[in-house]
């Protein structure tokens, strides 16, 4: 990671025009720096990697290759995204691998929290050098560093992304955004055309879904949690929340409790519904949801998803809560 500083005189990119200038003198950079050579990028769908791959293409086309690991943990429609965007719509160098069993297989049965993040970066790690064994004249490493990153990485952020790449991976680096702040780095994607729902994507952690399956990962808890999810995304976008909240999601915790369905008990698992909002994910407030809102979502998660019988708002702040559960 570069051991850069923001220069007090850099103006923060907030209108097109702006972003324009600063995609011109990025793309001029990045063609100086790289010349005739292959960059490789692991493109995870997540804000700062996307606008950094838009960025490439535009700058570099071809040269770059991008690599997506769907680690099964994704959040409903990302991976499909991902494809359509950058393998269809920008013609991008795209390689897809679907390792979602090989993830599930190996995070069978463990429920510490730091073994499940461990397995899951760790095996990020291998998959992500299998691939780049496999290519030749990879002379550069792209990564969408941004400049909290790199205040961050003195001890701050113990868990960036979904984990460091192979110390033997002796490629020079190209950070394009590693100056800029996250409201920068969406101006910028926007005035690079990337959708807006993926520029305006909220911060997901890389053990994706790994931390919201609560304790041992089972196949059908995260199915259910990935499509009550779904839910509570569509029904924020619906009533004009998804904006307005920093994030939000659902978790789902290892425990059933009794419901009724058609008449008979059944025992099923409880949705947590958990939205905040931050400026800088030190400390987060609990933001306001409607009950009416909260009773069509409720509806709607227990009577579509299999296996939820009961939903439950979590309404505490950090401190004294950190905002993902694991």
Same mark, same amino acid.
């Given at each position: 990671?570069?051991?850069?500083?923001?220069?007090?005189?850099?103006?923060?990119?907030? @209108?097109?025009?702006?972003?324009?200038?600063?995609?011109?003198?990025?793309?001029?950079?990045?063609?100086? $720096?790289?010349?005739?050579?292959?960059?490789?990028?692991?493109?995870?769908?997540?804000?700062?990697?996307?606008?950094?791959?838009?960025?490439?293409?535009?700058?570099?086309?071809?040269?770059?290759?991008?690599?997506?690991?769907?680690?099964?943990?994704?959040?409903?429609?990302?991976?499909?995204?991902?494809?359509?965007?950058?393998?269809?719509?920008? /013609?991008?160098?795209?390689?897809?691998? /679907?390792? *979602?069993?090989?993830?599930? /297989?190996?995070?069978?049965?463990?429920?510490?929290?730091?073994?499940?993040?461990?397995?899951?970066?760790?095996?990020?790690?291998?998959?992500?050098?299998?691939?780049?064994?496999?290519?030749?004249?990879?002379?550069?490493?792209?990564?969408?560093?941004?400049?909290?990153?790199?205040?961050?990485?003195?001890?701050?952020?113990?868990?960036?992304?979904?984990?460091?790449?192979?110390?033997?991976?002796?490629?020079?680096?190209?950070?394009?955004?590693?100056?800029?702040?996250?409201?920068?780095?969406?101006?910028?994607?926007?005035?690079?055309?990337?959708?807006?729902?993926?520029?305006?994507?909220?911060?997901?952690?890389?053990?994706?879904?790994?931390?919201?399956?609560?304790?041992?990962?089972?196949?059908?808890?995260?199915?259910?949690?990935?499509?009550?999810?779904?839910?509570?995304?569509?029904?924020?976008?619906?009533?004009?929340?998804?904006?307005?909240?920093? $994030?939000?999601?659902?978790?789902?915790? /290892?425990?059933?409790?009794?419901?009724?369905?058609?008449?008979?008990?059944?025992?099923?698992?409880?949705?947590?519904?958990?939205?905040?909002? *931050?400026?800088?994910?030190? *400390?987060? @407030?609990?933001?306001?949801?409607?009950?009416?809102?909260?009773?069509?979502?409720?509806?709607?998660? *227990?009577?579509?998803?299999?296996?939820?019988?009961?939903?439950?708002?979590?309404?505490?702040?950090?401190?004294?809560? @950190?905002?993902?559960?694991?």
């Amino acid at each position: 990671m570069q051991s850069v500083v923001r220069p007090e005189s850099m103006a923060r990119i907030t @209108t097109p025009e702006l972003a324009n200038a600063f995609i011109e003198e990025q793309v001029a950079k990045v063609r100086a $720096q790289v010349g005739d050579k292959k960059v490789l990028l692991a493109l995870s769908g997540g804000v700062d990697s996307s606008v950094v791959a838009a960025l490439l293409i535009k700058a570099i086309g071809k040269q770059l290759v991008c690599v997506h690991v769907n680690h099964g943990l994704m959040r409903k429609g990302e991976s499909e995204q991902v494809i359509e965007v950058f393998g269809k719509e920008l /013609d991008a160098n795209l390689i897809y691998i /679907d390792a *979602t069993d090989r993830y599930l /297989d190996l995070l069978k049965d463990v429920a510490d929290p730091e073994t499940k993040r461990k397995i899951i970066g760790n095996e990020f790690i291998k998959i992500f050098d299998e691939e780049a064994k496999k290519l030749e004249g990879i002379s550069f490493l792209a990564q969408g560093t941004i400049y909290p990153d790199i205040i961050e990485s003195k001890g701050v952020k113990a868990h960036h992304n979904v984990g460091g790449l192979p110390e033997e991976m002796k490629m020079e680096l190209v950070e394009p955004v590693a100056l800029l702040y996250k409201d920068e780095v969406r101006v910028v994607g926007e005035a690079l055309g990337l959708p807006h729902a993926m520029v305006y994507r909220q911060p997901f952690p890389g053990p994706g879904l790994g931390v919201r399956c609560l304790g041992a990962i089972t196949r059908d808890r995260l199915h259910a949690l990935r499509e009550a999810d779904a839910i509570l995304r569509e029904e924020f976008d619906n009533c004009g929340l998804a904006e307005k909240v920093w $994030q939000y999601f659902i978790a789902i915790p /290892d425990v059933k409790s009794v419901g009724v369905k058609d008449g008979k008990r059944y025992e099923g698992w409880p949705a947590i519904i958990r939205a905040v909002n *931050t400026k800088d994910a030190m *400390t987060a @407030t609990i933001e306001e949801i409607p009950y009416s809102v909260l009773h069509h979502i409720t509806d709607r998660i *227990t009577h579509e998803v299999e296996g939820i019988n009961r939903v439950l708002l979590d309404l505490t702040p950090k401190p004294i809560g @950190t905002i993902e559960w694991e």
